[in-house]
T-cell receptor, first 113, second 114 residues
Framework: GAGVSQSPRYKVAKRGQDVALRCDPI?????LFWYQQALGQGPEFLTYFQNEAQLDKSGLPSDRFFAERPEGSVSTLKIQRTQQEDSAVYLCASSLGRKETQYFGPGTRLLVL | ELKVEQNPLFLSMQEGKNYTIYCNYSTTSDRLYWYRQDPGKSLESLFV?????AVKQEGRLMASLDTKARLSTLHITAAVHDLSATYFC??????????????FGTGTRLKVLA
C-alpha cells in the first residue's frame, strides 16, 4: 500500500514569504506527527495530532508555525513570514496509535533565502 | 531535562568487524525505537523495544534495552558496506507534566569501509 507522502519535496522561499507543507498519512493511521530536521541533526518534534485533534504543539518554535488536520487525514504545516533559521527538512510521520511504530514520509526540504 | 544521547557520533569501521552503538536517555520510558536514515532520505524503522531485557535481531543488527540503566544498544555483527547510514534511537519519555515526548538521539553516522 501507499506510504506517507509529502509535498512539495523541495521549496525555496524568500524571507518573509508564507509556505504550506502538505502531508498525506497512511490510510487509517490515527496519529500524525510533524518534525523538523536541521542538517546533521536528529528530527525534533513539532506537533502531534490524534485524528483531527492537535494534542501536543509544544515543539512549534514560534507562533509563525501553525498546523492543522481538519478531517483527521491530510495535514498541513504552515509557516508564516519565513526566516532563514526555518531552513530545514520537515518530516511527517503517521502511526496506528500514539505509541506505535511511526512511518515517515520523504520530507520537504525548505530553503529560505 | 528530557535528553537522549548516542555515542559514538561518528563511526568508521572495516567490513567484517563488530561494533556497538549506545543510546542513553534521561528519564523513565517504556519503549525505545531505532531508525536508519540514508543520506537525503527519510527514516526507516528498524526496531521497537517494549520492555526491560527486550532483544530484537534483524540480519546483522541486534538491539537490546535495559530500562533500569536507561540504555539501549545496537550491535552490528560482521559489518557490510550496505549498513553505511545514520542510525537514530528515539525514546518516548514522560515529561515532568506527565505528558509523553518523543525525543530523538543525536544520531550515529556509520561508514563501513571495504
Amino acid at each position: 500500500g501507499a506510504g506517507v507522502s509529502q509535498s512539495p519535496r523541495y521549496k525555496v522561499a524568500k524571507r518573509g514569504q508564507d509556505v504550506a507543507l502538505r502531508c498525506d498519512p497512511i490510510s487509517g493511521h490515527v496519529s500524525l506527527f510533524w518534525y523538523q530536521q536541521a542538517l546533521g541533526q536528529g528530527p525534533e518534534f513539532l506537533t502531534y495530532f490524534q485524528n483531527e485533534a492537535q494534542l501536543d504543539k509544544s515543539g512549534l518554535p514560534s507562533d509563525r508555525f501553525f498546523a492543522e488536520r481538519p478531517e483527521g487525514s491530510v495535514s498541513t504545516l504552515k509557516i508564516q513570514r519565513t526566516q532563514q533559521e526555518d531552513s530545514a527538512v520537515y518530516l511527517c510521520a503517521s502511526s496506528l496509535g500514539r505509541k506505535e511504530t511511526q512511518y515517515f514520509g520523504p520530507g520537504t526540504r525548505l530553503l529560505v533565502l | 531535562e528530557l535528553k537522549v544521547e548516542q555515542n559514538p557520533l561518528f563511526l568508521s569501521m572495516q567490513e567484517g568487524k563488530n561494533y556497538t552503538i549506545y543510546c542513553n536517555y534521561s528519564t523513565t520510558s517504556d519503549r525505545l525505537y531505532w531508525y536508519r536514515q540514508d543520506p537525503g532520505k527519510s527514516l526507516e524503522s528498524l526496531f521497537v523495544l517494549l520492555s526491560n531485557g527486550a532483544v530484537k535481531q534483524e540480519g546483522r543488527l541486534m538491539a537490546s534495552l535495559d530500562t533500569k540503566a536507561r540504555l539501549s544498544t545496537l550491535h552490528i555483527t560482521a559489518a557490510v558496506h550496505d549498513l553505511s547510514a545514520t542510525y537514530f534511537c528515539a525514546v518516548d519519555m514522560a515529561s515532568s507534566s506527565g505528558t509523553y515526548k518523543y525525543i530523538f538521539g543525536t544520531g550515529t553516522r556509520l561508514k563501513v569501509l571495504a
